[in-house]
C-alpha cells in the first residue's frame, strides 16, 4: 500500500476502488449474456469477452455483466440483453464478436437500437 | 485490484467458519480457476451477514443472488451452474420460514428488506482485510474532511447535534461525553474503544469488529482529533481471535497508508493505537475496571467521580466508547449531523443493532431505526417463533436488562422507554423465549452470571446477589417460602442502590422485571410446588401415558439410567425414583406419550 | 526437573525483556507465559516477579482474577462450552452436561487425567446465530446437539 499523503491521492484511491468493486453495486445498465449449454457451445464467452473488454476499454461505469441461462431461443444463440434503465429489454442473438463493440456503443452508451441484430424484446 | 465482471462473496465472519466457509471459498476459487473464469470472477472473504443461522452464506454479483447452508460441493454446483452457465441453484436459495419460498435476491429477504443498515452497511459488503474496499466506500473520506475542514470544537459539536448516545449500554449523550474530555486540560489524552463485549448472547460488536475494522479506526481517529488525543486503545476480548487479527492488520495497512500514526494526511495530525486483549472476566467492560486492566491491574472498577474525562488511563483524561458508537462516527462526520438525526424516534436518535436470538426462526443481527417496535423486530424481522409456539416474552439488555411482555409489542424501542418498562437498551441483546422457558429459572440463570462475575470489591453486589441466588435456587427446587418474594424485592433494591458500579446497581434487574410481569410464575413455584413452564427438573415429573403408549421400547433405550420398564408392544411405566428427569425419552418417543409436567 | 526449571525461567526472562521499563505488561506477560506453558508455572510467576519487581502477591492478585489465567497444567485441548443466553435458552446445559460425562469426569474435575481435554464454562463466544456453541480450542461448533458431542471430541487427540 503506498502512503496516501494528501486529500487528492485519497480520492484518487477512492476512485480507483470504487470501479474495482462496481460489480457489487447493481448496475443501472446492464449487460445479459446467454450462457446455458446452447450458448456456451455457439461461442457465447466469446461474446462476453468482447462485453468486457468493451467495457473496460471505455472505461464504462454502472454497467453490470451478468448472464443467463437458456431462455428457449436457442437456435438464435449466441445472445446479449442489453437494458437502459427506464427502457425495455432487447435481446440481439446471432452474434459475433465483432458485433459486439457496434452494439455496446450504439446502443448501451447512446440508446440507438442496433435493429437488424434485435430478436426479441421480452418486456 | 483489478475489475471482475462477477464478484463472489464468501462470509468470513465467526459463524460462518465453524460452518466450514473457508473450505467453500478454497472450493470456489479451485473451481473458477479451473474453468478459466479467474480473470472474469473473483472471490471475496466477507465479515458477517448477522444471518448467521443460514452460514456459510454466499453472494453472487452483480446479480445479488443469496445462498445458504453453502457445503463445498455446493460451491462447485455453484460453478458449473451459476458461474459457467448463469442458471442460478435454486436449491441453495434462502428459503423464508413462513412460506418456504425461495427467495432470490439478498434485497428482497424479509430479514434484510426491513432493517436499515447504517452502522453495519459494510458488514459482509467488503473485505475487511481490505483497505482500498473501504475506501470505495466513502471509506476515511470523513477523517479527511474533519481534519482538513473542521475545528475540534466543530466536530464535538457536530457529534452532539447528530443525537448520537452510547451504545455500550448507558446511552449517554457522545458528544457531551467528548466535550467534556475535550476540555479537561491536556497534553496527553486517551481515546479508548470498548471492545469487551460481555453480554452473553450479543454479539454486535464482534461482527463489526470482523467485518468493518477500519469504519472504528477512523471513528476513533476522528474522536482523538475532537478531543485532542494522539493515543488510543482498543480493549477486545481475547474470545474473539478472529476480531483481534483483523484489527491488528487493519492498524498496520492504515499506518502504512498514512492514516494513522504520524502526520496524517500531511495534516500534522497524529494518532496511534494499540489493540489490548482482555483476559476474561465480565466486570472489565465496566469502563473505570477496562483502564485498570489496561494498566495491568486487577480488573476492578474504581468509584466515579472523577470521570475518566477528568482522570482516566494512567491518570490522564481519557474517553471511552463503545465499538458500535466509535462505528457511526465516521458517517456521521461524512453525511452531517442531520442526516443521522433524521433516523430514529424521540430522544433516541439513529439506529440500534440487535443481536436477535433465542426461540425465533432468523436469528441473527438487526440494525433498526430507533422507535421500531419489539413486535417489528421478533416477527417481521426474526419471522416469528419457532415451531409456531407462543411469544412468552422478550430479555433485552442481558443480565442488567430486563423481560418484556406480550403487552409491549407495540412499544417503540427508545433508550426511555424501554427502561421504562423496566428493560434497558443496555448493549443490544434482545432473546425471545417462548412458553417453554421458565422465567424463574431465566432469572436465575442470569444472577447466576452476574453473581459468578461480580468482582467483590462492594459487599452489596457480592453479598446481595448471593443472597438472592440463593433464594432462587431454593424456589426452584420447590423449597420457596412465602416471604421469598418480598425478600427479592427488598435486596433487589438495595442492592440496586448501594453498589459501587454498574454490575451491581443493574444485576437485580432481571429478577425485578420477572417478578413484575411474571409473578404468579414465582407463586405457583412456591405455593403449589410448580413449574408452569416444565423447566425447572427439581418440579417435574416425567410419566408414560398409557393410552398412547404402544411399547416401541424406544425410550428404554434412551434412559441413561434405566428407569423405564416395560414388555414390548405393552405400556411401559417410569421408576420415579430412578428418574433424574433429564427429558431423553421424551425427545424420541415418537407417539408424544410421554408427559413432562 | 532442573533443566526444565532453568528452561520456565529463561523463558519467562525472554518474554518479559521487551516489557522491561515499560507500562501495563503485566497482563500481556502473563498472556504470553501461559501460551507458552499452557498455565502459569510457580517458578514463572516468581521469575515475572524478579524481573519486572511487582510484588508477587500483586501477581497473583491478577492471575487469580481473570478467568483466563490457571494456575495448573491444563489439557491439551480446551473445550469452552458456552453458557451464553441464546445457548442457555437452546439447551446448552444439556451439552455440557455430555461433554461432562463423555470425558467421566467426577464433581469439581476439569482436566481428565490424560491431559488430553479442559473443559470450561464460557459466557457466549459471539456465535449466537448458532447456539448451543462449543469451542474446541479455535474453532466453533454450532447447532450442536447432545448426540453430535462424542463426534465433536473424537477429532481432538
Ligand atoms: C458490568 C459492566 C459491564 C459492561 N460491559 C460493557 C461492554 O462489554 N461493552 C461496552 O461497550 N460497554 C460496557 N459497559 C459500559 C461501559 O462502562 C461504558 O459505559 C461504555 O463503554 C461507554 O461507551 P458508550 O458511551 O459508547 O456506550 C459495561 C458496564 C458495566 C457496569
Ligand atoms: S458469520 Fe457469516 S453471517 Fe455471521
Ligand atoms: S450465547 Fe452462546 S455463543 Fe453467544
Known sequence: MPKISNLEELKKLRDKSIAETAARKEGRFRVIIGLGTCGIAAGGRKIMEAAMEEIAKRGLKDVSVETTGCIGMCQNEPLMDIVRPGEPRVTYGNLKPEDVPRIIADHLVNGNVVEEKVIGRPE | MATFRSHVLVCGGTGCTSGGSDKVLETLREGIKANGLDKEITVVQTGCHGMCEAGPIVIVYPE???????????????????????????RLLYKEAMHSEAVPHYKELPFYS??????????????????????????????????????????????????????????????????????????????????????????????????????????????????????????????????????LKSITDAEEAGLLGENILGTGFNFTLHVKEGAGAFVCGEETALMNSIEGKRGMPRPRPPFPAIKGLWGKPSNINNVETWANVAQIMFHGPEWYANYGYDKSRGTKVF???????????????????????????????????????????????????????????????????????????????????????????FLEFTQRESCGKCIPCREGTKKMLDILIRITEGNGREEDIDNLIYLGTQIKTASLCGLGQTAPNPVLTTLRYFRHEYEAHIREKRCPAGACTALITITIDP??????????????????????KQPHLIDQDKCIKCGACVEVCPFKAIDKK | MSTATKDVAQVTKDIVAPWKGKRGGIIPILQKVQHEFGYL??????????????????????????????LKPRGRHIIRVCRGTACHVRGSLGI????????????????????????????????????????????????????KVPDMLSKYE
Open chain 2, 64 to 90: 445479488g443472488t443469496f445462498y445458504t447452508h453453502v457445503k463445498p460441493q455446493d460451491a462447485k454446483e455453484i460453478v458449473a451452474e451459476h458461474l459457467l452457465k448463469g442458471r442460478v441453484v435454486e
Open chain 2, 114 to 247: 426491513k432493517q436499515v443498515r447504517l452502522t453495519l452497511r459494510n458488514c459482509g459488503y467488503i473485505d475487511p482485510d481490505s483497505l482500498e474496499e473501504y475506501v470505495a466506500r466513502d471509506g476515511y473520506q470523513a477523517l479527511a474532511k474533519v481534519l482538513t475542514e473542521k475545528t475540534p470544537e466543530q466536530v464535538v459539536e457536530d457529534i452532539k447535534a447528530s443525537g448520537l448516545r452510547g451504545r455500550g449500554g448507558g446511552g449517554f449523550s457522545t458528544g457531551m461525553k467528548w466535550m467534556f474530555c475535550a476540555k479537561s486540560p491536556g497534553p496527553k489524552k486517551y481515546v479508548i474503544c470498548n471492545a469487551d463485549e460481555g453480554d452473553p448472547g450479543a454479539f454486535m460488536d464482534r461482527s463489526l469488529l470482523e467485518g468493518d475494522p477500519h469504519a472504528i479506526l477512523e471513528g476513533m481517529a476522528i474522536g482523538a482529533y475532537a478531543m485532542g488525543a494522539d493515543e488510543g486503545y482498543i480493549y477486545c476480548r481475547a474470545e474473539y481471535p478472529l476480531a483481534i487479527k483483523r484489527l
Open chain 2, 355 to 445: 443481536a436477535l436470538t433465542g426461540k425465533v426462526n432468523n436469528t441473527g443481527l438487526v440494525e433498526v431505526p430507533m422507535g421500531t417496535t419489539i413486535r417489528e423486530v421478533v416477527f417481521d424481522i426474526g419471522g416469528g417463533i419457532i415451531g409456531g409456539k407462543k411469544f412468552k416474552a422478550v430479555q433485552i439488555g442481558g443480565p442488567s436488562g430486563g423481560c418484556l411482555t406480550e403487552q409491549h409489542l407495540d412499544l417503540p424501542i427508545s433508550y426511555e422507554s424501554l427502561t421504562a418498562a423496566g428493560a434497558i437498551m443496555g448493549s443490544g441483546g434482545l432473546v425471545v423465549v417462548d412458553e417453554d422457558t421458565c422465567m424463574v429459572d431465566m432469572a436465575k440463570f
Open chain 2, 547 to 568: 393410552a398412547k403408549c404402544v411399547g416401541c421400547t424406544k425410550c428404554t433405550k434412551a434412559c441413561p439410567v434405566n428407569a423405564i420398564s416395560g414388555t414390548v
Open chain 3, 41 to 70: 508455572p510457580d517458578e514463572a510467576m516468581v521469575t515475572i516477579s524478579e524481573e519486572t519487581k511487582v510484588a508477587l502477591a500483586e501477581l497473583y492478585g491478577v492471575a487469580t482474577f481473570y478467568a483466563q489465567f490457571h
Open chain 3, 96 to 147: 455440557l452436561e455430555r461433554v461432562i460425562s463423555e470425558l467421566k469426569l467426577h464433581e469439581g474435575e476439569v482436566t481428565t487425567p490424560d491431559l488430553r481435554f479442559t473443559i470450561e464454562p464460557v459466557a457466549c463466544i459471539g456465535a449466537c446465530g448458532l447456539a448451543p456453541c462449543v469451542m474446541v480450542d479455535d474453532e466453533t461448533h454450532g447447532r450442536l446437539t447432545k448426540d
